[in-house]
């Protein structure tokens, strides 16, 4: 479907004055180029200036039947007749000839002219190209130079070369630097360098095509696309290291269809796109042109094929379905330069007398937009705005689809809640059609359309135009025809003038207001707006394309005269000014008009009122419903509200702002009052007035633990403290948890923005801190489990509460027991024991200390016992620890933190290697700092000289070590170090009654395991035998019992 809108996109018409009959007509370069009929000679008038005065005029060596100009390069491209046959040639440096030079040089491919020719100074050159096949049609590439020539039945590809005058005798390069429209209709100063550069070109890739004859080709970059009668194909050519040996495959498949002949009677209607398009009947090989070494080989793969099939049934001939008008077209996005040689987006277009096609080539093969006419056109050009098409009698304009492509690659955060763009897939509109009579031909430059006309006695306009209108539903706006030329001859050659696309834009938005007065929620009036917003896409596009261009032509090593530029600057800056606040002003329209749409499209208020730039102040004067209709707001001004207020957000609205806030959602969505008052936004509203709302709220919904929390909030902010005390003991303390769960802006506010967002507590968690500290610890801990809270984000809090000794602390301790993740049950470890490191360090270890490193007089929320019962990472004291830890010795802090520690040690989870480096600090002169170093070595395995150091600081704690951790595999350890030691140690000191009582001990544990001979050899040399006789007889009576 096509949308018709009366919006005129012209501004102004002249005619070119012409001494003769136009035949052939194109533009570039700033340039209108014309062919007098059956004529050699070409007119360059400049299009820059008003009436379009004459640049310059030169002969052609033939009649010329095709001519085409490329920007790259500013050179033109003819195909010419003479004596029955057909040449190619190229006219380079024809800007010279408006100087009045008369000197032209002939010369053939590849043969740069040398002597005299060149010493006399540039001058216009004629390049004869020469080929095996007689040329049918030609095309150059807008963003190489590159030329392609179509021939019977192959496609020749020639690259660009540039050469200055003094590297002739060196090999030719690339060409380097970019032939900007600014530049080309520069100042003729410009182009006559002293050291002018000689284009040429390089044949590189031959292509031959099975069972297909062109009849139109073109070229962009790497995209090469032919044209036959019914059918197009696009192909992307490549370089390679590794070339795919496509000869053998296309021979094959032209061996199959070869067998099929005699059954194909007409060719089937198809599309295929990407890889599906070499499935098509049209086979298509390179060959060598011996180039390969240098450029590398390259390698062909197939993108687009389409082919059309005359409906005789809907009365279609052969010649309505011909096709036309073929283009590749390239986008450039504002993040890119023309200098890459890589465009963003290149568009493939052709038509149909009755209908035209657009489709997207890069990052995926799509149909953009099938252009649907009202009557038989007979050529079409795209343009990055609107597509121009004409018929015999009117000129008519559509609108396009590249900018909604282009912006989707240009920004990533395109069709997200940011930012939004109308879909590629939108229906085209058609603008107000310009009449005129006899149109031949169009071709366009800037904003420049160009039209050659001849009227023709013998045919009957009106009478066609309504016998063509196949079956279109709307009425076509037509405006008058305008004055033709007095000058009595039957052509005349137009140049009509398009506005600009501001005023296009404008014209837009005030035929909108019509849409907007009658039925707001129209859909004709979303599309026009879309259809502006695209529109100023792609102007915003070419502004920051020109602004680039300026500046690198305003370098001081190009520049002499640094006023032209600066001027250029300001102009394109005041444009993109306006151009920017047109486009904001279009996103707040088209975000009006979503925010009363429908469910299925609410959701695009939001990433366009995002766009728009309007504060939440400003959307809701645009959202509030006008007298006289019913008090609701749209769907999509709540979603884009709900976005605002739920995300975290630095704007903090004012008392009335907050208050109205309220109010919208007291009347559209009562259900999300918790979650509203619970935004950062909203902390300036009125508490009494959101108090009232919120009981009213609970009259009618019934209690919950959201809005119990809420309400004590805001009694909170009233300083009724009696009131919110009341409020929160309605629910036990883990069911407010699972409340603070369900919102957790409640306790907290920020966080949503990675790991370094400002994070604040709210006036409850400081309340919750005084009085309740274990339910805030518990929500905080229930907060993380659920993904709500990052661990950093919850030590902010505590920090920011001035809680880093206590309440952080307890939170780190219930983390341990509620967590099920390694990697934050080891970094809690480490951090819980570097505590109590700390407090044992800091601490004095007297009962009654007043030091300044004193900690928190709060008691802490889980006691040792209390972590040892309820948490896996906490082990119970070993029995030797006892010995070790003699009670009421130590202040209860000090204590408290030993005990930790100590059942920290005794755990399964903690590193000790990762502790080591902190427990330097402690001293191991006390017995409690002697029995953590002592841990540590034991959990290290370090029995041996763990079992001397007992021995020498605490004797009577050896046989209670040695019955935990002796066991298994250290169990000879008893008569390996433990026995002997005792026995050497008690030979000293025989009246030691503590060491007896150890080797007493002893000797039953080894009686128990060994055997009566390893028991013999196991006993001292000096021993007294009635001593160890009652062990070894134990040790004998079980060896036989055994």
Not at 888 to 901: G, I, N, P, R, V
Request: proline residues 5%; aromatic residues 8%.
């Amino acid at each position: 479907m096509v949308h018709v809108y009366n919006c005129h996109p012209f501004s102004s018409q002249q005619i070119v004055q012409v001494e003769q009959e136009p035949g052939l007509i194109c533009c570039g370069g700033g340039a209108l180029f014309v062919v007098a009929t059956g004529g050699c000679k070409v007119e360059a008038y400049n299009l820059e200036k008003e009436g379009c005065p004459l640049i310059c005029r030169f002969a052609t060596m033939g009649t010329v039947k095709s001519i085409q100009h490329s920007r790259m390069g500013d050179y033109l491209v003819t195909i010419e007749g003479k004596n029955c046959a057909t040449y190619l040639r190229a006219y380079t440096n024809w800007r010279y000839q408006a100087e009045g030079k008369a000197r032209v040089g002939v010369r053939l491919l590849g043969h740069l002219l040398r002597g005299a020719s060149v010493r006399g100074g540039a001058q216009m050159e004629i390049i004869e190209i020469p080929l095996s096949e007689r040329p049918v049609a030609v095309a150059c590439c807008p963003v190489t130079g590159d030329l392609l020539v179509g021939c019977e039945n192959t496609l020749v590809l020639f690259t660009l070369r540039r050469q200055n005058q003094q590297s002739q005798n060196q090999s030719q390069q690339m060409v380097q630097s970019t032939w900007t429209n600014s530049q080309q209709s520069s100042s003729q100063s410009q182009i006559m360098d002293s050291n002018p550069n000689f284009l040429d070109f390089e044949r590189s890739v031959i292509l031959h095509l099975s069972q297909m004859k062109p009849k139109q080709v073109a070229l962009c970059g790497e995209y090469v696309a032919v044209q036959g009668e019914l059918e197009v194909l696009v192909v992307k050519l490549e370089t390679s290291s590794d070339p795919k040996t496509l000869e053998e495959s296309d021979t094959k498949k032209t061996d199959h269809l070869e067998d099929h002949v005699d059954f194909q009677i007409l060719p089937i209607h198809q599309e295929l796109l990407g890889d599906r398009a070499k499935d098509c009947d049209i086979a298509v090989s390179i060959e060598k042109t011996g180039l390969e070494d240098s450029k590398g080989q390259y390698t062909l793969s197939y993108v687009l094929f389409r082919r059309f099939t005359p409906d005789f049934f809907q009365g279609c001939s052969v010649e309505e379905t011909q096709l036309h008008s073929l283009q590749l077209y390239p986008l450039f996005t504002g993040n890119q330069s023309m200098s890459l040689q890589e465009p963003s987006c290149v568009f493939c277009f052709f038509s149909l007398p009755s209908a035209g096609y657009l489709y997207s080539l890069k990052g995926g093969v799509e149909l953009l937009s099938a252009y649907q006419y009202p009557e038989k056109v007979l050529k079409a050009v795209l343009t990055d705005y609107l597509l121009h098409v004409i018929t015999k009698s009117a000129l008519q304009c559509f609108t396009v689809r590249c900018a909604a492509v282009a912006a989707r690659i240009e920004d990533p955060y395109i069709d997200s809640t940011m930012k939004a763009c109308p879909p590629c897939s939108m229906e085209v509109c058609a603008l107000r059609i310009q009449l005129f009579i006899g149109l031949r031909s169009v071709c366009v430059y800037g904003h420049h359309v160009v039209l050659l006309s001849a009227a023709d006695a013998e045919t009957t306009e009106e009478p066609e135009r309504t016998t063509q209108r196949r079956g279109l539903s709307r009425k076509w706006t037509i405006s008058s025809p305008k004055e033709t030329s007095t000058a009595g001859h039957g052509w005349n050659l137009y140049v009509v003038d398009t506005v600009s696309p501001l005023t296009l834009y404008q014209e837009m938005v005030e035929y909108s207001q019509r849409y907007a007065e009658t039925n707001p929620q129209a859909q004709s009036l979303r599309h026009l707006l879309s259809e502006a917003h695209l529109l100023l896409r792609t102007s915003l596009l070419q502004t920051s394309e020109q602004q680039r261009i300026i500046e690198e032509d305003s370098s001081p090593s190009l520049q002499a005269d640094t006023e032209g530029p600066s001027v250029k600057q300001a102009a394109v800056r005041t444009d993109s000014t306006e151009l920017e606040e047109a486009f904001k002003q279009n996103c707040a329209q088209l975000g009006d008009c979503f925010s009363r749409g429908s469910q299925r499209e609410c959701h695009l208020a939001l990433p366009y009122y995002r766009m728009s730039g309007l504060s939440v102040t400003e959307l809701m004067a645009r959202n509030r419903p006008l007298a006289g209709r019913p008090q609701s707001y749209g769907p999509g001004f709540l979603f884009y509200l709900k976005h605002y207020l739920f995300e975290e957000t630095e704007q903090v609205l004012s008392q009335e702002a907050a208050d109205e806030v309220i109010d919208i959602f007291s009347q559209s969505e009562p259900s999300q009052l918790v979650s509203v008052c619970a935004s950062p936004s909203l902390i300036n509203t009125s508490p009494a007035k959101t108090l009232q709302i919120l009981q009213h709220l609970e009259n009618t919904a019934g209690v919950s633990v959201p809005l119990t929390t809420t309400m004590a909030t805001m009694m909170l902010r009233l300083e009724d403290l009696p009131e919110y005390t009341r409020l929160m003991e309605r629910h036990a303390e883990m069911v407010l948890v699972y409340g603070f769960i369900e919102e957790p802006r409640l306790l907290l506010h920020g966080g949503d923005g990675g790991q370094h967002a400002h994070v604040r507590p709210t006036a409850l968690t400081r309340q919750l801190a005084k009085s309740q500290p274990g339910l805030l610890v518990a929500a905080v801990v229930a907060l993380h489990e659920n993904n709500k809270v990052q661990l950093q984000h919850a030590d902010h809090i505590f920090k920011e509460l001035d809680c880093e000794n206590c309440l952080q602390v307890d939170f780190w301790e219930a983390m341990l027991m509620a967590s099920s993740q390694e990697t934050i049950i080891q970094e809690l470890l480490f951090r819980v024991a570097s505590v109590y490191i700390d407090r044992l360090t800091n601490t004095p270890s007297e009962t009654h200390t007043n030091g300044p490193h004193a900690p928190s007089k709060r008691r802490p929320l889980k006691s040792a016992d209390d972590l040892i019962n309820s948490c896996s990472h906490y082990g119970a004291l070993y029995p030797w620890l006892i010995v070790l830890n003699p009670a009421h010795t130590t202040s209860s802090q000090h204590q408290e933190a030993l005990y930790k520690l100590q059942s920290l040690l005794c755990g399964p989870s903690l590193s000790v290697g990762s502790v080591m480096p902190l427990m330097e600090r402690l001293s191991d002169e006390t017995l409690w700092g002697f029995s953590l170093h002592l841990l540590c070595a034991t959990r290290r395995g370090q029995y041996d000289s763990s079992i001397e150091k007992l021995l020498d600081r605490c004797p009577q704690a050896i046989i209670a070590y040695a019955n935990h951790h002796l066991q298994d595999s250290h169990m000879v350890l008893w008569w390996q170090k433990l026995l002997p030691e005792l026995c050497n140690r008690t030979r000293v000191a025989a009246d030691n009654s503590i060491l007896l009582a150890a080797l007493k001990e002893t000797l039953v544990v080894v009686a128990m395991e060994t055997s009566p001979t390893e028991f013999l050899e196991l006993m001292p040399e000096d021993g007294t035998a009635s001593y160890f006789l009652p062990y070894l007889l134990t040790c004998s009576q079980r060896h036989l019992l055994a």
